[in-house]
């Protein structure tokens, strides 16, 4: 069964610090993986798709990498604002699950002005 | 492009009584997906459709719990008889294909009293 976890939790820091989120999943048969941003009572908006056959995308500030053999991706974020503070999610889709996302907790990201 | 829409936005109940959430997905996709997402928790699959065809459903789609896309379409999502534990955060997905990014819509926050 496909897990997902991200860590840490929650982060706090000063506006301006570059900044990486971690995301790893136990499976590594899956067809791609989605970063998203949820800002409190909101649904999600997706930043980043990145494909199996991918090793990263990038999006402004935002690059996202994806390592399949070791079961994990990252999130850097450089130059945070305090506007980017939200919760992040990573989702991976498995192979052969109709295109369904498995999602991690999530992590709360607080950027301090 | 209008995005994935969904109605009602907040739902206030009580227990006992039947809720229908409803979900426009972006018109030239054929997969929509439900999920539900509780306070601090990574969203969880519910059910997913190919155009009117329902194609799969967790186990935490109880009985009570009813999907439809009559017309490959809007989606409807029932809950029967709701009890306490129902309250969270209902979200509407849909993607171009099996492999595509998933865009979400904003969520149907359903308050079982």
């Known amino acids: 069964k496909q897990e997902v976890t991200q860590i840490p939790a929650a982060l706090s820091v000063p506006e301006g610090e570059n900044l990486v989120l971690n995301c790893s999943f136990t499976?590594?048969?899956?067809?791609?993986l989605q970063w998203f941003r949820q800002d409190p009572g909101k649904g999600l908006t997706s930043l980043l798709l990145i494909q199996s056959s991918q090793r990263e995308q990038t999006s402004g500030r935002l690059n996202a990498s994806l390592d399949k053999s070791s079961g994990r991706s990252t999130l850097y974020i450089a130059a945070s604002q305090p506007g980017d503070s939200a919760t992040y999610l990573c989702a991976v889709g498995p192979y052969n699950q109709g295109g369904k996302l498995i999602f991690g907790q999530g992590t709360e990201l607080s950027v301090k002005p | 492009d209008t995005g994935v829409s969904q109605n009602p936005r907040h739902k206030i109940t009580k227990r006992g009584q039947n809720v229908t959430f409803r979900c426009d997905p972006i018109?030239?996709?054929?997969?929509l997906y439900w999920y539900r997402q509780t306070l601090g928790q990574g969203p969880e699959f519910l059910t997913y459709f190919q155009n009117e065809a329902q194609l799969e459903k967790s186990r935490l789609l109880s009985d009570r719990f009813s999907a439809e896309r009559p017309k490959g379409s809007f989606s409807t999502l029932e809950i029967q008889r709701t009890e306490q534990g129902d309250s969270a955060m209902y979200l509407c997905?849909?993607?171009?294909?099996?492999?595509?990014?998933?865009?979400f819509g904003e969520g149907s926050r359903l308050t079982v009293l």
């Open positions: 499976d590594s048969a899956i067809y791609n």
């Open positions: 997905a849909s993607s171009r294909s099996g492999a595509g990014e998933l865009f």
């Open positions: 018109s030239e996709h054929n997969r």
